[in-house]
């Protein structure tokens, strides 16, 4: 797809709006991890860096609130710092739930496509693995082995089949809303250029999600 977005140009990164999106929190760009990963119809990259980051200021906000409570501070200070606790380790465990069913989901379509396996993590990776081994064991034991020959594969619906027609593959094709952070002139839509639309920082706009993918994996855009 010839897309308006390379046109866009680079320089949009020396934008200041644009350079102070480096100084937003973990707990900022978690949420927004998070709502991407919920509101995107694929799996997403693992923000491994990130949810390390999480993890560590998790402790230690463990520890803080901890010291707090053994130094008998006083009850709304606690409330606030257990509050951001919380909310930080909600935020964190939504993102990796929602990352674990769509594995499930399409754990048969990741396990096929080298591209796809390689935004897991390597504990998602082993679980991926091991659902669709189990999967696969029971599909056997219940259904596939009691069915005539030709008829036996999970992938397939029968062995005459060119394609895996039995993987359950992600809806690209689905709508997504999304808002702008930062302008895009010309942003070509479809294949044939009938489709082309000047986006500008901070509106939202609701579009298919297979020609804006692009957008939000170079975090032009996010997910709403």
């Not at 596939?144 to 992938?155: D, H, I």
Request: glycine share 4%; hydrophobic share 40%.
């Amino acid at each position: 797809m010839a897309d308006g977005e390379e046109g866009a140009g680079l320089e949009d990164w020396t934008d200041p709006s644009i350079a102070s999106s480096a100084e937003v929190s973990d707990a900022g760009l978690l949420q927004r991890a998070w709502r991407n990963e919920k509101l995107s119809p694929e799996l997403l990259p693992f923000q491994g860096e990130l949810v390390e980051r999480v993890k560590e200021q998790i402790l230690l906000e463990e520890e803080n609130l901890a010291a707090f409570v053994e130094e008998s501070c006083d009850e709304l200070t606690v409330s606030l710092y257990r509050m951001d606790l919380d909310r930080t380790l909600f935020m964190l465990r939504s993102y990796l739930r929602a990352r674990l069913l769509k594995i499930e989901k399409f754990a048969l379509h990741i396990l096929t496509v080298p591209e796809i396996w390689e935004r897991l993590s390597s504990q998602e990776q082993d679980y991926a693995q091991r659902f669709a081994d189990t999967l696969q064991a029971h599909f056997d034991s219940s259904v596939l082995n009691k069915l005539p020959e030709g008829y036996k594969s999970m992938l397939k619906q029968a062995n005459s089949s060119n394609e895996n027609d039995m993987i359950v593959e992600p809806p690209l094709d689905s709508f997504v809303f999304c808002k702008c952070r930062r302008p895009i002139s010309a942003f070509q839509l479809d294949d044939k250029g009938e489709s082309i639309v000047d986006m500008e920082n901070g509106d939202l706009y609701i579009f298919n999600y297979k020609p804006i993918k692009r957008l939000l994996e170079t975090d032009r855009i996010e997910l709403f």
